[in-house]
């Protein structure tokens, strides 16, 4: 499979209920929420690791950059050092197994010198459409804090009632020549996404719902149209912090279907996946995306996972 030779732009959209989609330890693992508008933060980082855990756990790939204990006693934790000895420091070896390397790039630390790879695929910070209502909850634990004790612990955590996220990508065709990304990484980098956001089911992120994935690929030699995420604007009769569900609000497509359209001799085609539950809207009215095809003039391969 050749490397990947076109330009595209991601969109993701997701949703958390009840949960903590991305906890800050330097703030008592609270979520990450943005002061000045409200607007709940995930790093990109966060979902980086989202679709490396599902590529590994579910698709049995090998990734770099994972957490691996080497002395069982003590509890060590590889180091890049002794990650790289794994692979005999052999960096084209790294970037022949490793599907992360590929994407993402990283740097390998090497007995001599380090090499980094800039990764082709790059997400911006995730932010929710909306604001959010931070909820501080407390409850007893189940253990006392010491033996001789009476009273069981006290627990606290932060949750956000509701957040609907939207994350940007870019997948690089000039880095993938130096990465060897190929489209088949690609394909199983889109299903880490979907599938690998539904089954992250843990305690904080149960419930994570996968809801738009958009795909722009294009034929124009090193062009992108930029800011897509900025066109996409959520509406809803309700203040944004009492959202709780799709059933609440529309997202107001009219920007991104309007630049798509009239981008239409840069772009190949368009990957799309999304969940019937949510509404569009465009120039006000209701706007189906099975028919994006016949608004924008471009073809749009449905995509399943």
């Known amino acids: 499979m050749s490397t990947v030779a076109n330009r595209s732009e991601l969109l993701f959209i997701y949703d958390i209920r009840d949960g903590n989609p991305n906890g800050d330890p330097m703030d008592e693992n609270k979520p990450r929420i943005d002061e000045e508008t409200g607007v709940n933060l995930v790093t990109d980082v966060r979902l980086k690791r ?151 089911i843990s305690r904080t992120k149960a419930g994570q719902v996968p809801r738009l994935l958009l795909k722009v690929n294009y034929r124009k030699t090193n062009y992108h149209i930029g800011d897509l995420d900025r066109m996409i604007k959520m509406v809803s009769e309700m203040q944004h912090e009492a959202i709780r569900g799709p059933e609440d609000f529309s997202l107001d497509v009219s920007e991104l279907v309007s630049r798509l359209t009239a981008e239409k001799d840069a772009i190949r085609d368009l990957d799309l996946c999304f969940d019937k539950r949510l509404r569009f809207i465009m120039n006000g009215s209701e706007f189906s995306m099975d028919k994006l095809n016949e608004t924008t003039g471009i073809e749009v391969r449905p995509v399943a996972f």
Not at 147 to 172: C, D, H, K, W
């Open 50 to 200: 989202t679709i490396r855990d599902y590529l590994h756990n579910f698709k049995g790939l090998e990734i770099f950059v994972r957490e691996i204990v080497y002395d069982e006693e003590n509890r060590y934790i590889q180091d890049g050092k002794r990650r790289a000895k794994d692979f005999g420091e052999d960096a084209e070896r790294i970037l022949k197994e490793c599907i992360d390397i590929r994407l993402f790039g990283g740097v390998i630390p090497l007995k001599e010198d380090s090499i980094t790879y800039t990764g082709p695929v790059q997400f911006k910070m995730g932010r929710s459409l909306h604001r959010v209502a931070l909820k501080h909850i407390k409850g007893t634990g189940a253990f006392a804090s010491k033996e001789g004790m009476t009273q069981a612990t006290f627990r606290e955590e932060y949750v956000l009632p509701y957040s609907l996220i939207l994350f940007y990508g870019i997948i690089n065709e000039n880095a993938a020549k130096y990465t060897g990304l190929t489209e088949d990484d690609v394909k199983l980098l889109l299903e880490g996404m979907w599938n690998g956001t539904k089954s992250l």
